[in-house]
């Protein structure tokens, strides 16, 4: 084996392939081992240039010996710009730890510093060059390329300014200058969005930074989701207003704090513009939950006599509501004029239950006007399995095989109910087959929703310890 001081240029290349080959194909699960070998790899490669009396800070000590003062030379700048690298990969690690993904912009920008630093140094200890000569002309080059790349750095600095402040991440969504999508990286000179189109937005951080952001993804767990709807102005705003709070009242999805409300938006010469609004916990759910809003409004409204039907008589409300109702769809028109009149409606006060768990009622109860809550039971207490609406019926495993009902409804707000007797509805079931299937269909759905409702309920955890003991005992 070659004696280590004097083979200092093949000690130094071996580290350096080694180097260059544990980093590109070392089986690390995590950034910190790769970085920690590479910090041992430098180490170990200052020890064998400085056990050979290279010293990165001094040109080389052989003067006479020009292949040898070439090769130390070469070894000696190595080392500048390796030490660079593994200081840049440091500083990444760091960053990387304590801002996540949204410091690789940071960590680039230090990175280049770093490195520009090393090629001063190394030109000034290494190569004996007039270091402030070499700063000089460098800094006229630089104002030089600096007004050629106004708009480029200007894009830079923006990306540092984001990165710093971080009105946005990685994966949140958001609205910049108008373009709304899922921040997909933030790279030195844009911010990547992918749109609700499935299309790629690039934003220049420049305009990002001086552009309106809005931010849906903060706080975390409550996005706002709000329907704007159009009435005319003969329609009393109070009817309105009660209307989208049932509306609103209706969707399970919407949080209860802060709670949801309706508001007069503005007043125009024919109509008047009115706001519904609540926040859900996912954004993801924004959508569904917004078009059930709109769904849900129209059916209050129209059941408030807003939208239709205001001044006709109640049995052409009825007839109306008829239509609204999936489960008797395949009904003709004669067989739905004689079914609504034979509804018989009923004002339900707020909180009073309509039909209890394990009751088997007479009739088959359909929803006129507000908002009922079904409950299942969950051991000895009751959870809220969703929330109905106008045109949606009750007692449908009655009708079908007169077994009890398997959940207890309970007005959440003044309702108007109407019943059909359930011999009626039979009737109608055997009259038209499509009935007694659209009831069937109902009640598997209702059932597999309860079940699948109980299954993600997690099963309660029993404290120990003292305090465990003092709530048992």
């Not at 949204?102 to 200890?125: E, H, M, N, P, Q």
């Amino acid at each position: 084996m070659p004696d280590l001081p004097s083979q200092p240029l093949l000690w130094g290349f071996a580290l350096l392939i080694a180097d260059l080959l544990l980093w590109q194909w070392a089986p690390f699960a995590h950034q910190a081992g790769r970085v920690g070998v590479r910090v041992a790899l430098f180490l170990g490669y200052s020890a064998v240039i400085m056990a050979a009396g290279i010293s990165p800070l001094q040109p080389p000590p052989w003067p006479d010996n020009t292949l040898w003062n070439l090769a130390a030379t070469g070894l000696a700048i190595i080392w500048w710009l390796y030490g660079a690298r593994t200081l840049g990969e440091v500083l990444g690690l760091i960053l990387t730890r304590r801002i996540g993904h949204s410091g690789r912009l940071l960590r680039d920008v230090l990175g280049a510093v770093v490195f520009l630093i090393a090629v001063v140094a190394a030109a000034g200890y290494v190569l004996q060059l007039p270091v402030k000569g070499l700063l000089a002309t460098s800094g006229a080059v630089a104002i030089i390329v600096g007004l050629a790349l106004q708009s480029t750095l200007s894009d830079v600095f923006s990306g540092i300014v984001l990165n710093t402040t971080k009105p946005y991440q990685v994966d949140d969504w958001v609205a910049i200058d108008g373009t709304e999508g899922k921040v997909t990286d933030i790279d030195w000179r844009a911010t990547h969005l992918l749109t609700t189109a499935g299309a790629t937005a690039v934003v220049p951080n420049s305009v990002a930074a001086k552009a309106r952001i809005v931010n849906y993804s903060r706080p975390v767990g409550r996005h706002g989701v709000t329907i704007t709807v159009s009435v005319p102005n003969q329609v009393r705003p109070g009817r309105v207003l009660e209307a989208l709070e049932r509306a609103l009242r209706g969707s399970h999805a919407l949080l209860p704090d802060p709670p949801p409300r309706a508001l007069v938006k503005e007043a125009g010469e024919d109509s008047t513009e009115y706001t519904a609004s609540g926040f859900v916990a996912n954004l993801a759910s924004k959508g569904e939950v917004r078009n059930q809003l709109f769904d849900l409004a129209h059916r209050h409204l129209e059941a408030a006599g807003v939208t239709s039907h205001d001044s006709g008589p109640a049995s052409t409300r009825k007839r109306a509501l008829l239509d609204e109702v999936k489960v008797f769809r395949a009904l003709a028109s004669s067989e739905k004029d004689r079914l609504a009149d034979a509804l018989q409606a009923r004002d339900v006060p707020a909180g009073q239950v309509i039909l209890d768990m394990g009751e088997v009622p007479a009739n088959l109860f359909i929803i006129g006007a507000g908002v009922v809550s079904a409950a299942i039971a969950n051991g000895d207490t009751f959870i809220e399995a969703g929330r109905m609406g106008p045109g949606e019926v009750m007692g449908e495993q009655s009708v079908l095989d007169d077994t009890p009902s398997q959940a207890r409804f309970t007005a959440l707000t003044s309702c108007t109910l109407y019943s059909v007797d359930k011999a009626l509805t039979r009737e109608c079931v055997a009259a038209r087959a499509e009935v007694g299937k659209a009831l069937q269909k109902l009640q598997a759905v209702r059932r597999q929703s309860s079940q699948s409702l109980l299954l993600q309920r997690p099963a309660p955890v029993r404290k120990g310890g003292f305090l465990g003991w003092l709530q048992r005992h």
